[in-house]
Every structure is written in structure tokens, then in C-alpha cells.
């Protein structure tokens, strides 16, 4: 039965080929058939590391009796929400309107032509609660279908018209006119961030999500507003702190889980993104760098703040390391190799499956450890938390960051875990390629690489951005394909709207590049098309250029829009940051022209949205706003001269950090003093000033 999905390029699809369910993969035929039948559509969309679509793949789809009657009684579509967003996104609103909430698995029943009319997310094999079996569920909907098919048809006609209602108001959000000045949004984004830092962390209950974006446009607000700074800091720290220091974090091989599951960081949901750790990798990068600023002022906050440089830094060469280790595909030597979408969060342990099998341990295995370390762990230091659903396993993380004379015992003591979790079976990887995953990887990495001073993440960040230019752009077409597998573009299935802006930020962030010239034209390539994706009437970024029939008929022809940032960015607000950082880069090399122009008023009007929802929504707008603010910056990019090699790398690090451009016009010197920095706001230039030390003050407008 599973032939047509066996070769699917999603890991999620292959994982269900076995089964006696006759699965159809997302796509015209998979409709017609249902309409040729006149049977409804059974949607079923997961994703490869979703835990509980594992729990109900092995419950409900691995029953024979299950998959008779869904062979009998409906046309089964499996989806993989990674590769179809638009479906994903689509048929989420249909599940939240019609249940209050959503989730992964998620379960459809549509029209043949592709409105919804019930929606739920996992089912069990039995009832629980008010929560129905799948089986009772098949059924209801069957008897439903046969004999009240008039309501369906209402109900998913009134769902459909709902749906384009939502869809209108997020359109209209883009178009809220603010009359806040930028400083004063960013002020008052930030007040609601500090204020909302919970003592344990994060800014809201559990689970805890990492807010990446977040934290990253609250830094300028701690780097650049003197009387913020310490406020802001102490509650960014609190924040990176529990996330480096706790269960988030894999202590043992590098990267980030997708989050925590309790209020203190403790416990994680096993499954590692790819979008995640390109995020994380970000921030930790940018904290480094301004943490150790902040550390070299006389304050109160120094000794945190140096805690907190060494901490992100060591966590940032982890989580690249991780990247290039655990999901950098194909071999060394390939000539293509990309980073792959994700890792389970489930693996075998006793011939079953469990969730976080690869990643927890017992007591007596960590007492062995110690006992072959050679070592005994001080009080306090490590924290073993129990995971509920598998007891007498626990995860491993850190209640502070370990004294000088206590790293040697810890780094001991993880290695004996290490070679302990290597004769594990490790967890599954899905190994397809999406275009927009891997622009925001590349764009950490090469960032990465400038603030911390290592080539190594630049030449990571190159190599899979070579990949991605060459395998997913078609140049005959000249279109992006979301993904690829196996070196090979998944047909028909053209890039959205975020993976046009999130690969073209990539591109343009590979400035320590020999080729930098090549990959910034690379970036305007992909621009040219992104700009097909505004709606020619209204000038909305629409998340694709157009629809298929299914998803018109269930949006009753509204565009998708993403206006608000969630585990990703908004796709408008990372269109609005390619276009408005090609613009300040073509200004530094003094290239700017009609074109940059052009570019640089529609990146401002794309992101004005952020000023009006700063006090409403701010996390949701961060990348909005931070692109609002380093247009409003006074100073866009600088021209420097002299000056030492350790003060000019300090310089470009700061200078990336905040968004400004930096261009060397002249050969470093012995002399730290002679470091002359020309700063320049559009195409205007201010007399030169001396030091990184003047320059930041001047920034902070000391």
C-alpha cells in the first residue's frame, strides 16, 4: 500500500510506507480520487520528529482494522508540514476555529475539494475522557458523511469564510498606521520584556519556547540606551542563562531541543530543529560579543556579564559543532552537502520506542560514570531531572555554571556519559534539505563566524549556501524549491516567501567571503523573484505567489500572509530585513543606487507594522522591529583605518551585532589608538572618531 510514499523525499512520509493505510502524498490526484469516490478526505499532518505522531502512527495507522476502514470509507493524504507550510498553516486555522487549540498531529476531514469541515490532533486507540477513539471518530464522520452531508457542506462553507476573515485581518495588520517614533517602540517592547521575565526564565508559563527573536532586538536596547542597560541586561540573562545552563540545552554533543516541557528549564521535548538551533546559535554568537562589552565596564553587572560571554560563547562553538556533526549531510569530500531538517525526539531502547531514549540516564549510570571519571561531582552543581513519562530515566543539566576548578570534573564526567550514549541506537534523522531552514543556519554561521573570529563557521556557513545555490535555484525557471532530498529538488513545490528572504539573508551575511561580491548577487537574484510574492495590488507579502485549488477554496481566496514571528520569523519581516541589509551593504560599498533605494523605503514600509504592535504583541514582532530600528539607527555603516588587528576585530564584531555595516579602508597598525572610525547614516559621513571605546559612546549618544 505504500508505494506511492516509499520514496518520498520527507523522512515523515517513508516512516508510514509500511502500513496497510493506502496512502496518497499532498496533491491533485490524492482530491480527484475522493471526488471520483465521493468519499471525504482524511488529512493526517506530522511531521519526522513529532513525538506523539510516532504515539498515534503505532496506536491507529499500524492497525489493519484502522486502515481497512480508512481504505474503505475515506482517501488518507499524509503530510509532512515541513514540506507543505502553506497546507499546514491553512488547515492549523481550521483546526484552532474549530477546537480552541492545535497541534501535531494533526487530523483533517475535508471535501473533496478541500475544505475542512472537523478537525482535531492526536486521537488515542481507546477513549479518554471526552476524547473519542480514532476508530470512533472514523466512524462518526462516515455516518455523518452518508447522512447529514448537507451540514458538512455548511459547516465547511462557514469554516471557509471564517478563515478568510482571519486571514483579511492579518493582512491588515501590515497596514496599522503608528504614530510612535522607533526609539520609542523599541522602549516600550523592551519594558514589556523585562517586566514579563519570569525569575526562572522565559517569558511565559510552560512550556517554555525559546524566544530567540526576542532577546535579539532587546540587546540594542541593552547596548545602546545607557539607562535601560542594566535592567535590560540582568533580564536577558536570566533568560539565555536558564536556557544554556539547563535542559534546553544538550550538554553532552551541543544543540538545542525544540523546548521545555516544565517551568524550570529542566525537562526538554527531545526532537532537535534545525530552525531552532540556527536561532540559538544566533543569539548565543551575538551575546558573547556584547556580554563581554558589558564585562569590561565598572558596573554591577560586569561579573555576570563575563559569567555570561564565556557561557554563550562555548554554547555557540557547541551548537555549530552540533550542526556540522549531527546534521550536515552526505560525506566528507561531497561536493553537496546541507543541513538536514531534524532529529527525533524518540529512539529504541529494548526494542521499544521511547522518548528520549538517546538523551536521559539512571542514577546508577551516572554514579558509573563518575566511578570511571574518576571524580566526584561538587554539591548543588548538576541537576538530575526525572521525565515523567519514562521513570527512573533523567535528564542531565546545570544549576549554574561550574567554577574554574570545577569545569575538569564536569568535562570528565560528560565524556564517560558520552561514550555511554554512543552504544545507543541514535536517532532518526530527516535528512531533507528546506531552503529556509538552511538560509537562517547560514546566516548564524556566518555571523557566527565574524563576531566570535572563526573562519571555520564562515567556511560551514559557504559550503552549505553552495549547496542550497546549486541543487534548490533553478536557473531556467528561476525559481527556489522548499526542498530537496538526496541531492534532488522535490518537483513542484516552489519556495515560499520565507525561504526566498530567509536564503537570500544567508547569502548576504557571507561578507568574509573571497566570493562576497558573487553571493550578494546570488541574494538579489532570489530578491527579484521574492518581489513576484507582493500582492500587486495592496503591496502585501503574500507567502506565496499563488495558491492551489484546495487551500483557495478553504481560505475562499484570501493569501496567506505571515505578519508575526513565531519559532521562525515572519516571512515579511525577513523579506523586509534582506532588502533593507542589501541596501545598507550596497550603501558601504558605495554601489547604492535606484534599485537599493527602492529596496530601502519598501524595507521600512514592510515593518512599520512592528511600531503599532510593539505594546500589544512585541515578541511576536521582534525581527520587525529590530529591522525598524536599524533603519532608524544613526549610523548605518562605517569606514575605518588603522588601528591594531584586535581592535579592528572587536570593531566588526560590534558593528555586526548592531546591524551596521563595517568597511576597512585601510591596513591595521601597531598603534590601538590610530583605529579612526568614519560613521555614516544613508549617504552621509561624520567626521571620523577614535577607538571602538569613542565609537560606542557615540552610539549611546554619551
Given amino acids: 500500500m505504500g508505494q506511492r510514499i516509499a520514496t518520498s523525499s520527507s523522512a515523515y512520509l517513508r516512516q508510514h510506507s509500511h502500513q496497510l493505510v493506502d496512502w496518497w502524498p499532498y496533491g491533485d ?39 481497512g476502514k480508512l481504505n474503505d470509507r475515506f482517501v488518507a493524504i499524509k503530510v509532512d508540514r515541513e514540506e507543505h507550510p502553506l497546507v499546514d498553516d491553512t488547515y492549523m486555522m481550521a483546526t484552532q476555529a474549530l477546537t480552541g487549540s492545535g497541534g501535531w498531529p494533526m487530523t483533517i476531514f475535508t471535501l473533496p475539494d478541500g475544505r475542512a469541515f472537523h478537525a482535531g490532533t492526536y486521537y488515542p486507540r481507546e477513549p479518554r475522557g471526552k476524547i473519542p477513539s480514532f476508530t470512533q471518530l472514523l466512524d462518526a464522520v462516515h455516518q455523518a458523511w452518508e447522512e447529514r452531508r448537507e451540514g ?23 497596514t496599522l498606521p503608528s504614530t510612535s517614533p522607533v526609539a520609542e517602540a523599541l522602549a516600550v517592547a523592551s519594558t514589556h520584556w523585562i517586566t514579563a521575565t519570569k525569575p526562572e526564565g522565559g517569558f511565559t508559563p510552560a512550556p517554555k519556547f525559546p524566544p530567540s527573536w526576542a532577546l535579539k532586538t532587546l540587546w540594542r536596547t541593552v547596548m545602546l540606551n545607557p539607562e535601560r542597560s542594566a535592567e535590560g541586561f540582568n533580564a536577558l540573562a536570566t533568560t539565555i542563562e536558564a536556557m544554556l545552563l539547563g535542559g534546553l540545552r544538550d550538554h553532552l554533543a551541543g544543540g538545542f531541543a525544540r523546548y521545555c516541557v516544565d517551568e524550570h528549564w529542566a525537562v526538554p521535548h527531545f526532537e532537535k530543529m534545525l530552525y531552532d538551533n540556527a536561532g540559538l546559535l544566533s543569539l548565543c ?29 562555548q554554547a555557540a562553538l557547541d551548537t555549530a559543532q552540533f550542526l556540522s556533526a549531527e546534521l550536515l549531510t552526505g560525506a566528507e569530500g561531497e561536493a553537496h552537502r ?26 546508577e549510570e551516572c554514579a558509573e560514570a563518575l566511578r570511571r571519571a574518576g571524580v566526584e561531582l561538587p554539591a548543588g552543581l548538576v541537576r538530575l531531572a526525572a521525565v515523567a513519562e519514562d521513570p527512573g530515566y533523567f535528564h542531565l543539566s546545570l544549576t549554574e555554571a561550574p567554577a574554574n576548578d570545577q569545569v575538569e570534573i564536569w568535562e570528565a564526567f560528560k565524556e564517560q556519559l558520552r561514550i555511554l550514549r554512543a552504544a545507543r541506537e541514535r536517532p532518526g534523522r530527516d535528512e531533507k534539505i528546506i531552503a529556509g531552514w538552511n538560509g537562517l543556519a547560514i546566516e548564524a554561521l556566518a555571523e557566527a563566524g565574524e563576531l566570535l573570529a572563526d573562519p571555520w563557521l564562515g567556511e560551514l556557513a559557504e559550503q552549505v549556501a553552495t549547496t542550497l545555490w546549486e541543487v534548490h535555484w533553478d536557473a531556467q525557471t528561476r525559481t527556489l524549491a522548499r526542498v530537496s532530498f538526496a541531492g534532488q529538488q522535490a518537483a513542484g513545490n516552489e519556495g515560499t516567501l520565507q525561504d526566498y528572504a530567509a536564503l537570500a539573508l544567508g547569502f548576504l551575511a557571507l561578507g568574509q567571503s573571497p566570493k562576497r561580491a558573487t553571493w550578494q548577487e546570488r541574494a538579489g537574484v532570489l530578491l527579484e523573484r521574492a518581489a513576484s510574492f507582493l500582492d500587486p495590488e495592496t503591496g502585501i507579502p503574500r507567502d506565496t505567489v499563488s495558491l492551489d485549488a484546495r487551500l483557495s477554496k478553504q481560505r475562499a481566496n484570501i493569501a496567506p500572509v505571515t505578519v508575526l514571528d513565531d519559532a521562525i520569523p515572519a516571512a515579511g519581516a525577513l523579506y523586509a530585513k534582506a532588502m533593507a541589509r542589501q541596501a545598507l551593504q550596497s550603501m558601504a560599498d558605495g554601489s547604492f543606487d535606484a534599485l537599493g533605494a527602492d529596496r530601502l523605503e519598501q524595507a521600512g514600509k514592510l515593518s512599520a507594522h512592528a511600531s503599532a504592535l510593539a505594546g500589544e504583541a512585541p515578541t511576536q514582532v521582534a525581527t520587525a522591529l529590530e529591522v525598524q530600528a536599524v533603519l532608524d539607527a544613526t549610523v548605518h555603516y562605517v569606514n575605518f ?37 568614519q560613521p555614516c547614516r544613508l549617504q552621509l559621513c561624520n567626521l571620523p572618531v577614535t577607538g571602538v571605546d569613542a565609537f560606542l559612546r557615540m552610539l549611546r549618544g554619551q
Fill in 338 to 363: 546541507a543541513l538536514a531538517a531534524s532529529l527525533d525526539a524518540d529512539s529504541m531502547r529494548a526494542g521499544k520506542s521511547v522518548e528520549g531514549a538517546a538523551y536521559t540516564f539512571t542514577r
Fill in 285 to 313: 554568537a551575538r551575546t558573547a560579543v556584547f556580554a563581554e562589552e558589558l564585562a569590561a565596564q565598572d558596573t554591577a553587572e560586569s561579573v555576570r556579564a563575563a559569567q555570561l560571554a564565556q557561557l554563550s560563547r
Fill in 29 to 67: 490526484e490524492a482530491f480527484e480520487q475522493a471526488r471520483l469516490r465521493d468519499v471525504p478526505v482524511m488529512l493526517s499532518i506530522g511531521y519526522a520528529a513529532c513525538h506523539w505522531c510516532h504515539v498515534m502512527s503505532h496506536e491507529s495507522f499500524d492497525d489493519p482494522g484502522i486502515a
Fill in 641 to 677: 583605518t588603522g588601528g591594531s588587528n584586535a581592535e579592528r576585530v572587536r570593531l566588526r564584531a560590534l558593528c555586526r551585532g548592531l546591524g551596521i555595516e563595517a568597511r576597512s579602508a585601510g591596513e591595521a597598525s601597531k598603534d590601538v589608538q590610530s583605529l579612526q572610525i
Fill in 152 to 174: 458538512l457542506e455548511e459547516q465547511a462553507d462557514m469554516l471557509a469564510n471564517h478563515l478568510a476573515e482571519l486571514g483579511s485581518r492579518q493582512g491588515a495588520l501590515l
